[in-house]
């Protein structure tokens, strides 16, 4: 249950996220003195497909954790600043709000940004791009499938009463907007998608939980009135 908790509040809420990782940044700051944390081996997956003849492979990086902030960002940006160049990964905000970073560490499909150094020098942390999907380079998979997924289900409000645009709003009860708590969040990093069995298997046709979610986003908001046209979309 905690576990489902988090997942939801890490995955799907922006500014619990921000909260959550300006924390984490200041509280690991403050909880080692300088020169206590030791060096950190990465071990990141790298992969080149337009290279003739580069196969899939570990490259392992070291990294002085006295000298790099929190978050396995702040190792792979220090890595790729310092150290090799042609690393490649996607991030943006650094705040858990963008979805851009996701990637699998250690096993676990989550946000490179929110996700803490383990301290133990001792043990290596590996790295891969999100798994079952094509890989552009590094750690970026290729979203193409996941976005035309996501642009099926039409994740837009639709309405079959004409209505002149600025005549009047789109109004909701409190209730009414209450149950759209938790939907409308995603971020859409699709680490829940690619944690899926169902789209391990048949990934060209499941619609993955991203988008099966936005679904069920509209179909309850009381200002759509497009309900059965999209329930027979996924049939």
Same mark, same amino acid.
């Given at each position: ?112 940004? =929110?996700?803490?150094? /383990?301290? @133990? &020098?001792?043990?290596?942390? !590996? ?92 179909? =309850?908001?009381?200002? /759509?009135? @497009? &309900?059965?046209?999209?329930? !027979?979309?996924?049939?």
């Amino acid at each position: 249950m905690a576990a489902s908790v988090y997942l939801k509040k890490s995955l799907l809420l922006p500014s619990y996220t921000a909260r959550l990782a300006s924390v984490r940044h200041a509280a690991a700051a403050a909880a080692a003195p300088a020169g206590t944390k030791g060096v950190k081996k990465f071990e990141v997956y790298r992969w080149d497909p337009e290279k003739k003849g580069d196969k899939p492979r570990l490259q392992t990086y070291e990294v002085d954790l006295n000298k790099c902030g929190p978050m396995v960002l702040d190792a792979l940006i220090k890595i790729k600043n310092e150290v090799d160049p042609t690393l490649t990964f996607r991030r943006s905000c650094r705040e858990g709000i963008c979805g851009s970073c996701a990637m699998n560490i250690n096993g676990t499909n989550t946000l490179a940004c =929110i996700c803490k150094i /383990d301290d @133990n &020098t001792a043990k290596s942390t !590996k790295i891969y791009p999100l798994p079952h999907m094509y890989v552009v380079k590094d750690l970026v998979p290729d979203m193409t499938l996941f976005y035309e997924h996501y642009k099926s289900v039409q994740p837009w409000l639709q309405k079959k009463t004409e209505v002149k645009v600025g005549d009047h709003q789109n109004l909701q009860s409190i209730s009414d907007r209450k149950k759209l708590d938790g939907l409308y969040e995603c971020i859409l990093c699709a680490c829940c998608s690619t944690s899926c069995p169902s789209y391990w298997w048949n990934s060209n046709r499941y619609l993955r939980p991203a988008a099966l979610m936005q679904v069920y986003r509209w179909v =309850i908001d009381s200002r /759509d009135e @497009n &309900t059965v046209e999209r329930l !027979k979309r996924l049939e």
